[in-house]
């Protein structure tokens, strides 16, 4: 063993994003179930908080999708700014799925040129690559209004399936972004009409929608009043089961030769609540402590020393979100604690409103979730295990 190269913790237990499709746990039906229903061309709506694995799913749904010769376009709409610049993406990467453009995005890269400039270089670009780079820019740039380019970039969708006889898969993350206060995009009742008109007249497109706020997602997709009413069907990620989650962790643990004992895996579950990046960080820093001490078998010490090294690892984050509750309603520190210690939050001297408002805003921030009524959770379980034990800010 003295001669053994242990293998990275971050390796065997990844948490900064999304995962591999070779390193999910406990979802293989549920991926073959949602590529399945992409593929039978149904519009799905996945909703679930953040952190806990919706993104991997979805991520290797659309990889597998790419090996069945889908062509894909996907968008994180944090990471949008404004309609226009959702346009340009959606026009961009659907274009990219043809082999000439790919040879395009290298190039922009190395020279720094933003998705916007893209149009600008469309004569050097044709005459090095042809002319599919112009199939979307040239029209997409004369549009006059972002709402034009929005209308254009979604109508591309489908011409270009039909033209290069290949379904497209159209994923949006985060879409609850587009009723999201600010209205960024513009007026979400105006944009989903549209995108609804656009895509239910699309055969060839089929949309993901994912979402980490549900109330958000629900309002949007479930209510009678709303455009994208019944626009898809609610896809479920069920819990990961402890048993799917003792066989996974024990085969990541033996890639590196290393052994988990059952209570120290009890208590990893028991403390990560099974949340999925939360129980990858606990397996990941109880790894860390067993090849600190050059052991080969994690048990309740490792575990515990794990919880110490994750906690520390993740008490920036909790410090920010702790700034960012104080900026919400009043009395929402306050409600987030009641919450992180189980005790009732209307139980709390503060006037009924007051709680439901500071609830919402909890809400609103993907913080906290209702798990049934008059009983609340917060999301992410370390976040809960900080503010139950450091209780005065």
Known sequence: MSSYTRKPSHELFPTKG?????????????????????????????????RTGKTSVCDAAIAQLRTKKAYVVSVDLFAVETLAVLAELIALR??????????????????????????????TLKHEFGTDI???????????????????????LEKLAVADGRPIVLYLDEFQEIEAAGHRFGDPDLITKK?????????????????????MMRELFASKTRAMYQFGGFFTLSPISNDAWVDGLRKFYQADKTSITDAALALLLETSG?????????????????????????????????????????????????????????????????????????????????????????RNAGLAVQVKAGEWQLVDPLFRRYLERFSSF
């Open 274 to 362: 099974g949340a999925a990046r939360a129980t990858m960080l606990l397996a990941q820093q109880s790894h860390v402590a067993a090849v600190e001490k050059g052991t080969f078998t994690v048990d309740a010490t490792e575990v515990f020393q794990g919880i110490d090294y994750a906690m520390g690892a993740e008490q920036p984050a909790h410090e920010s979100e702790i700034v960012r509750i104080r900026g919400m309603r009043a009395h929402a520190l306050t409600i987030a604690q009641r919450i992180a210690r189980a005790e009732p939050p209307y139980g709390a001297k503060l006037d009924a409103k007051q709680v439901g408002r500071a609830l919402e805003s909890l």
């Open 195 to 215: 995108m609804r008109a656009i895509l239910q007249r699309s055969p060839h497109v089929t949309c993901v929608f994912a979402g980490s706020i549900e109330h």
């Open 94 to 123: 659907a274009i990219s799925n043809r082999p000439a453009v790919k040879k395009v995005l290298p190039a922009l890269r190395r020279a720094s040129i933003r998705v916007g400039q893209a149009a600008q270089m469309s004569a």
């Open 18 to 50: 999304p995962v591999k499709s070779s390193q999910l746990i406990g979802r293989a039906d549920e991926l073959a179930s949602l590529v399945s229903q992409l593929i039978a061309g149904n519009h799905q709506i996945l909703v679930g908080p953040r």
């Open 134 to 156: 112009e199939f979307a820019f040239t029209p997409l740039r004369s549009q006059k209004t972002a709402s034009d380019q929005f209308d254009y970039s979604l109508n591309l």
